[in-house]
């Protein structure tokens, strides 16, 4: 309760005096009404009482407090000088805040367009010695252009992340590699898109080896704008001989190869005709219907009639995505929605 | 007569069920965002948004100007970070739309797009100096100009299905003439 006073009595101030503009004309004299105005603020809204108040409102505070508490942040990050928004992640131990001004630097560089901002943090998630706080300083980062700062900044990407030790810090980069490509880019961007799959190559073996995300990744990622040569890469997944344990990521990499560009399909579709018949895997074979589904539509009716005979036990699969096909529908999400309903049990194409 | 009425209803059920399926297989969904003012001056006024001036002809957009000319940042308007791609060429202008040069891009000007799923996109047109596609939170993607088919400088902005414009996205949070452009003012919930 008394946190929740406290962000009651704090909030008309940042609202009146937080977001203001910088430099929105470009030539706007800077007055000394307002250089006064700043340093009351500071005496009375620091940085240091507004991370205490978040420290206790995540611990204490009810859903929609901790919501507001984490928005109030990044969107004051956008005006607290860069250093000591830095200098307050460095010095922070616990990983709950850590993530929370992880974020706010991220938030940051997003509202400045300044990749330099994410500096500390990518350094942090590679170098302290506690993976909860290498993990929290990666998850600030997701719903952010992480992996273009990343690309500008140079030195450290997703793929040397995802080799990490800890588990916790390879589900961090998978779960932003995600969202970044759903959300920031709605699934069109070639360079998220393709890091994706480098960086489930990564997942697959080593000393950190971790199949299940892999197949995560690439069950989930968008490949409509990848390039030729992760086409390539993702076709040779499937040259190696069935291990009935990775299963999973087999039916994984068929259904990202289910969604690559046009111009790609019809190697794709071969390879997996092929597979249907060599991969005695249900989980690979379901996978495969919906891929052709996806990457031919109207044109696999004939195409599944064909593949019937190979495997009785997948008829009722057959049979929902013709039925689904002849609806008509020309979007891909809303024709597995359609499968989906025919089939509720079937597992659901991404 | 029991048996009679239960077929009945079921048929009736099962009708409605079609019906339904149908109507609902035809819509796409998308996220919902947030749009603010793309002016950060507290003088940015909406000024057009159905209608041109909210009572000339087709518009199904929001126009939002402040007065000026290339003097004010053209902010991404979409609160959250998202890819601004840029679709330039135009001179800059603070002046009316004359056939050839001036009336650029399709009359679009120097314009940005961020693309949705589905179709869906949202875009922010006659921008001067365009600083080039960026993925960014409320950037300044360049000034606000007056580009393409435009009588005056001002950011338009719409929010389109496959090349239709759509008018829910502002008129579901009230946003009509005279309302704040301002860039600490919600302005629409756009579908991405």
Known sequence: MKTQRIALVLVPLWLAFGPASAADVQSKPSGSAAASSALSLQKECSLTAQLETLRAGLGRGSGPLKTFLRKQLRERAATLPEAELRAAFERERDPMMIEELSGALAARMARHNEPSALRSVLERAVQDRDPAARAAALRGLRGSASVEAMEKLGGVDYTALIKDSSKEVRQAVVANLLSESAEVYFGHDRAVSEQAIAVALGARSGPSADPALAAKLLGEISTESVGAAAVTELLSLLDAPPEPSLGALRAAVVLALGGVPASESARVVRRLLDLYRQDDSQVVRRAVLGALCRLQMAKALPTLEALRPIDLHLSKDIDAWQQALRTGLQEWTLLAREKQRILPDAPQPH | ?192
């Not at chain 2, 739309?97 to 996109?121: I, K, P, Q």
Request: aromatic share 8%; glycine share 14%.
């Open chain 2, 1 to 192: 007569m029991k048996s009679r009425f239960l077929a009945k209803t079921l048929g009736l059920v099962a009708v409605c069920a079609a019906v339904c399926t149908a109507l609902c297989a035809g819509e796409s969904s998308g996220l919902a965002a947030t749009a603010n003012g793309p002016i950060c001056d507290p003088n940015a006024k909406v000024n057009s948004t159905t209608y041109y001036g909210c009572s000339g002809g087709s518009h199904t957009a929001l126009d939002i100007a402040n007065g000026t000319c290339s003097v004010w940042n053209y902010r991404a308007m979409l609160v959250g970070s998202f890819r601004y791609t840029q679709y330039a060429g135009c001179a800059d202008s603070c002046g009316s739309c004359t056939a050839g040069a001036g009336c650029c891009n399709g009359g679009a000007g120097n314009y940005f797009v961020v693309s949705g799923s589905n179709g869906w996109t949202f875009r922010q047109l006659h921008a001067n100096s365009p600083k080039g596609t960026q993925t960014c939170d409320r950037c300044a993607l360049g000034l606000i100009g007056s580009t393409g088919n435009s009588t005056g400088a001002h950011s338009h902005s719409d929010n389109l299905q496959y090349g239709t414009r759509k008018s829910a996205w502002y008129t579901t949070v009230g946003t009509t003439c005279g309302t704040s452009g301002n860039c600490s003012n919600r302005v629409g919930v756009p579908t991405l």
